[in-house]
């Protein structure tokens, strides 16, 4: 006979208490029950919450390094003959197909939670479709812009910044795949569907990180 075990929350906070205050949407990623030892979707949520907490750090730091740097060094930002990352139509365009994916990935996440399978494959596939443009359109970008990585501050800083944002974005999609194959095991998702709901706050996460550095990168001009 399975016994229910609950771990009896021992700290100094009255962490139920405090919870119950707290939006839904931010109950997903804490464990609840007062360490409820069946609850592994709820602290699985929580343990990925303060890993992608860590992730921001990383992020924060090298975009204060950009901040730093730009306003100490805005006389002589772009070396001569050097236009920078300029907002063209294609940036934009492929900006606007990232940050739409999180439209989708959500539906599809919910669908899952609905067990309307085919929904969540094909706005799951659309989603991995919405990464992958991103990817190329970024390798594009790179490849006709006027200045490398080794070109000053500007190419540096530059290629740091969204070369490890794209890092992200492939280990988002590779996720997003792997989500997808196990979606045709059978009974595969029937008791936990942690693994969708992590991917689907990477891609949030991912998407959100794109928001900053499109805006110090291509609408903070020099």
Same mark, same amino acid.
């Given at each position: 006979?399975?016994?229910? *075990? =609950?771990?009896?929350? +021992?700290?100094?906070?009255?962490?139920?208490?405090?919870? $119950?205050?707290?939006?839904? /949407? !931010? &109950?997903?990623?804490?464990?609840?029950?007062?360490?409820?030892?069946?609850?592994?979707?709820?602290?699985?949520?929580?343990?990925?919450?303060?890993?992608?907490?860590?992730?921001?750090?990383?992020?924060?730091?090298?975009?204060?390094?950009?901040?730093?740097?730009?306003?100490?060094?805005?006389?002589?930002?772009?070396?001569?003959?050097?236009?920078?990352?300029?907002?063209?139509?294609?940036?934009?365009?492929?900006?606007?197909?990232?940050?739409?994916?999180?439209? *989708? =990935?959500?539906?599809? +996440?919910?669908?899952?939670?609905?067990?309307?399978?085919? $929904?969540?494959?094909?706005? /799951? !596939? &659309?989603?991995?479709?919405?990464?992958?443009?991103?990817?190329?359109?970024?390798?594009?970008?790179?490849?006709?812009?006027?200045?490398?990585?080794?070109?000053?501050?500007?190419?540096?800083?530059?290629?740091?910044?969204?070369?490890?944002?794209?890092?992200?974005?492939?280990?988002?999609?590779?996720?997003?795949?792997?989500?997808?194959?196990?979606?045709?095991?059978?009974?595969?998702?029937?008791?936990?569907?942690?693994?969708?709901?992590?991917?689907?706050?990477?891609?949030?996460?991912?998407?959100?990180?794109?928001?900053?550095?499109?805006?110090?990168?291509?609408?903070?001009?020099?």
């Amino acid at each position: 006979m399975n016994r229910r *075990v =609950i771990h009896i929350d +021992e700290s100094p906070f009255r962490f139920e208490q405090w919870r $119950r205050h707290l939006p839904n /949407w !931010l &109950l997903r990623f804490l464990p609840s029950g007062g360490g409820n030892a069946e609850d592994h979707h709820g602290k699985g949520m929580f343990g990925f919450t303060v890993f992608l907490l860590s992730e921001s750090i990383i992020f924060l730091s090298f975009i204060f390094t950009y901040v730093a740097l730009r306003l100490t060094h805005s006389r002589n930002w772009l070396p001569p003959g050097v236009s920078g990352p300029e907002l063209s139509t294609f940036v934009i365009i492929n900006t606007v197909v990232l940050l739409s994916s999180s439209f *989708v =990935i959500q539906p599809a +996440e919910n669908a899952l939670k609905r067990r309307k399978f085919n $929904r969540f494959r094909w706005l /799951w !596939l &659309l989603t991995i479709a919405m990464g992958t443009y991103f990817l190329i359109g970024q390798g594009i970008e790179w490849s006709k812009l006027d200045f490398g990585l080794s070109t000053g501050l500007v190419g540096s800083t530059f290629y740091v910044l969204t070369g490890f944002h794209s890092l992200h974005v492939l280990t988002g999609v590779l996720l997003q795949i792997t989500m997808l194959i196990r979606s045709f095991s059978r009974g595969n998702y029937n008791k936990s569907h942690f693994g969708v709901s992590a991917t689907t706050l990477f891609w949030h996460f991912v998407d959100g990180v794109w928001v900053i550095l499109f805006s110090i990168l291509y609408l903070w001009q020099a």
